[in-house]
């Protein structure tokens, strides 16, 4: 009975050892996003400067542009357009509804049709992450950092900001190697 103690107590040092050998695995603290979001000053037509890839947007090859609205309800309608390589314009229409205080930055965005908005899996987050004090500049992602969009006022944006910008994306753990510039062309 106590060989078997021991050769149980054995075992498991060594398997407590060996795995505090392992390598450990980095801790990514949680995306932070930006502390308010004045959502009219946020209104108005964006346009794509950089992307991470994503499955919803292959069609896209150039000049893509989100355009938001306030709706009546207090949501906020998504137009997002783009060009195809073929030149047609690529279109999607959905909807944003803030999630928490009226100055949160945490929104969810679904671009299913509303008979679906009642199922979770349709609405996605959409966190604004970064924003310049103009709103002139932005970053949006949300808490996987599965995605992320960098988007401007301008079709180009000066060079020092954008850097500025992408220093501030890596600090925040996002893999900014990953991102995609988008064409402006026509």
């Given at each position: 009975m106590k060989i078997r103690f021991l050769t149980a107590l054995l075992f498991a040092l060594s398997v407590n050892a060996n795995a505090s050998?392992?390598?450990?695995?980095t801790v990514v603290k949680p995306l932070e996003t930006i502390a308010a979001l004045d959502v009219p000053r946020y209104m108005g037509t964006w346009y794509e400067i950089a992307k991470f890839d994503n499955r919803f947007q292959k069609r896209c090859t150039s000049?893509?542009?989100?355009?938001?609205?306030?709706?009546?309800?207090?949501k906020v309608q998504v137009i997002n357009r783009?060009?195809?390589?073929?030149?047609d314009l690529v279109e999607a229409i959905g909807v944003a509804r803030q999630i928490g205080a009226a100055d949160s930055p945490k929104l969810k965005v679904r671009f299913?049709?509303?008979?679906?908005?009642?199922?979770?899996?349709?609405w996605g987050d959409y966190w604004v992450i970064d924003i310049d004090q103009s709103y002139q500049l932005a970053a949006v992602s949300e808490g996987t950092r599965e995605y992320l969009w960098i988007l401007s006022r301008t079709k180009k944006v000066d060079q020092a900001k954008y850097d500025a910008l992408i220093a501030r994306l890596t600090a925040q753990g996002l893999d900014v190697s990953k991102l995609v510039l988008t064409r402006q062309d026509y």
């Amino acid at each position: 009975m106590k060989i078997r103690f021991l050769t149980a107590l054995l075992f498991a040092l060594s398997v407590n050892a060996n795995a505090s050998d392992a390598p450990q695995a980095t801790v990514v603290k949680p995306l932070e996003t930006i502390a308010a979001l004045d959502v009219p000053r946020y209104m108005g037509t964006w346009y794509e400067i950089a992307k991470f890839d994503n499955r919803f947007q292959k069609r896209c090859t150039s000049f893509t542009t989100a355009s938001y609205s306030a709706m009546p309800d207090g949501k906020v309608q998504v137009i997002n357009r783009c060009r195809a390589e073929n030149g047609d314009l690529v279109e999607a229409i959905g909807v944003a509804r803030q999630i928490g205080a009226a100055d949160s930055p945490k929104l969810k965005v679904r671009f299913a049709p509303a008979i679906l908005s009642f199922l979770p899996m349709v609405w996605g987050d959409y966190w604004v992450i970064d924003i310049d004090q103009s709103y002139q500049l932005a970053a949006v992602s949300e808490g996987t950092r599965e995605y992320l969009w960098i988007l401007s006022r301008t079709k180009k944006v000066d060079q020092a900001k954008y850097d500025a910008l992408i220093a501030r994306l890596t600090a925040q753990g996002l893999d900014v190697s990953k991102l995609v510039l988008t064409r402006q062309d026509y």
